[in-house]
């Protein structure tokens, strides 16, 4: 059984950065016709899937820096998360 006592904040921060950034583009095309049938016009739309996916990219990385200072505080008092390791 191991331990996960602290999290690294940094690295916590650009992985969940790329992840929100991935989905953002992932769901830009949707948002971009919800946004065409809303009766904005193809410019605007452009710049507001600019403004989305630039936002869920920064907005991940500050999730992942809290998430990950957050946790190594709380692992510090209760102990951290458990998990079996297997290795093959």
Known sequence: MMRITSL???S???VLSIMYLSLAII???IMLFILSMDGM???EGIFAIV???VFYGIA???VGLLIGTIY???AKRVGGIE???ETS
């Open 72 to 74: 190594t505080l709380v």
């Open 41 to 43: 016009g193809l410019i």
């Open 83 to 85: 998990m079996d390791v």
């Open 51 to 53: 403004f989305f996916v």
């Open 8 to 10: 690294n904040s940094m």
């Open 12 to 14: 916590l921060a650009k």
């Open 27 to 29: 769901f830009s095309p």
């Open 60 to 62: 991940g990385a500050i």
